[in-house]
């Protein structure tokens, strides 16, 4: 692969691998796939991803490299690719069928506590997990459920509804990855892993919007640049740029999901004046605050 172009992958271009009717819902955040095709042969041939995903067989087989190391995935296997992953070498059989949920890094924070952090610690190197034909079952029960409200906005009693839903079906979904994964043995978390996790853990308590990577080397009592050298070793991302799309997250739920105006927002988000927030907005998301807004309300009321 050293001699192999690698091309990001995002969401908007998964999004038009499947214009023929692969997407059952789509928001920007979050993509519920159900059609194969969306699935691209990629051979001799490698992405980078820039999201979450979980990958649901449920029938034929898919052959695939990620990073690097060979995998197959077969009937009622679940495999999770996390972001920055090279994935590559994908080969369908003719009768492959699965469901796939993709989420940007951003929203997973919503889903993560200590329990599901450890889960996904351990799948890393293992990312293929056969689940029974409970398990599967299961899973898409949640899959549908989610999709029949998705499609019934009348149904969708707002924004946090529906994170308690996939919250669950998260919880759910890695416990049984955990009592699967490693015949129950527990992963060794060297000291750079535990220092990462509580770094996470801290952004995704939601207990501050401190945009300082010194604030939460503090928090950890180690260096900032420290700090910055393990998120590059565990997430190809600096400190500062993992703390930024934890906050724009956030930022772009109050804004789309809640009814407060930009000045409440702003000062929430713990900035000292609307012009900086306007700027951060603008730099992060490409338009203002109030042209974020309008723009993706309209795109919403659309697909109703």
Excluded: W
């Excluded at 038009?16 to 691209?40: C, E, H, M």
């Excluded at 994908?90 to 492959?96: E, L, T, Y």
């Excluded at 509804?161 to 919880?171: E, I, P, V, Y």
């Amino acid at each position: 692969m050293s001699n192999t172009t690698v091309n990001e992958l995002n969401l908007n271009i998964i999004t038009q691998l499947s214009i023929s009717s692969g997407i059952r819902y789509f928001d920007g955040d979050a993509v519920f796939v159900d059609n194969v095709k969306t699935v691209p042969e990629l051979k001799h041939s490698f992405v980078k991803t820039t999201f979450e995903t979980f990958v649901f067989c449920l029938e034929g087989t898919l052959s695939l490299t990620v990073n690097d190391k060979s995998h197959s995935l077969t009937k009622h296997d679940v495999m999770f690719v996390g972001q920055n992953t090279i994935v590559g070498d994908i080969v369908r059989s003719d009768d492959f069928d699965c469901k796939i949920i993709i989420v940007t890094p951003e929203f997973g924070l919503n889903f993560i506590n200590k329990t599901i952090f450890d889960t996904i610690m351990k799948i890393q190197a293992h990312p293929i997990i056969k689940l029974t034909p409970e398990e599967i079952d299961l899973m898409m029960r949640y899959y549908e459920l989610a999709v029949y409200k998705f499609e019934h906005p009348s149904l969708n009693y707002g924004r946090e509804t529906m994170l308690n839903l996939l919250r669950s079906m998260a919880l759910d979904l890695l416990s049984s990855i955990s009592q699967h994964n490693s015949n129950g043995q527990q992963p060794i978390l060297r000291q750079g892993d535990k220092i990462f996790n509580r770094f996470i853990m801290l952004l995704s308590g939601n207990e501050t919007n401190n945009r300082s990577v010194q604030y939460y080397a503090d928090q950890l009592c180690i260096s900032s640049k420290y700090l910055t050298s393990i998120c590059n070793q565990k997430a190809n991302q600096t400190a500062g740029e993992i703390i930024a799309s934890h906050l724009v997250g956030r930022i772009k739920q109050l804004l789309l999901y809640s009814g407060k105006s930009i000045k409440e927002i702003a000062v929430e988000m713990g900035f000292e004046n609307l012009s900086f927030f306007g700027k951060y907005v603008k730099k992060h998301l490409g338009d203002s605050p109030n042209r974020y807004r309008k723009k993706h309300a309209v795109e919403r009321e659309s697909r109703k």
